[in-house]
């Protein structure tokens, strides 16, 4: 994956995202598994993104974390993809942030785009 257009907030820590965070780094590697109607997307040894393939070639990933600091926080990151003619899925990933009791999403958000290339496993 080749991520672009990264946008953060200034005076914002990220628990997540494709810059390293505190608690972990989607990176530019990672796992699809596509096997059934579910599909779901594994950077490394983390939690995985799960979704399901709409019928226009789109694919909503999602994944929802909790994390501490200072109190509990809850994430929720979306990777939406889309099938482009060249073969080569392009999409969009956006981190939100939730403070237990706290405004949902609170002020610290990413926003990426993103490019990945498919390599089948032997």
């Not at 579910?38 to 939690?47: A, E, H, K, Q, S």
């Amino acid at each position: 994956m080749r991520w672009s257009n990264i946008a953060v907030l200034e005076n914002c820590f990220y628990f997540l995202g494709p810059l390293a965070g505190r608690d972990g780094h989607l990176g530019t590697q990672a796992t699809l598994d596509g096997t059934g109607p579910v599909v779901r997307l594994t950077f490394g040894d983390t939690d995985a993104f799960a979704g399901v393939h709409e019928d226009d070639g789109r694919v909503r990933l999602v994944r929802r974390s909790t994390h501490e600091f200072r109190s509990t926080w809850t994430v929720t990151e979306t990777i939406d993809v889309t099938l482009t003619g060249d073969g080569a899925p392009r999409g969009t990933y956006r981190y939100e942030e939730c403070e237990s009791g706290g405004a949902c999403p609170g002020r610290c958000t990413i926003t990426a785009d993103l490019v990945t290339r498919w390599h089948t496993a032997r």
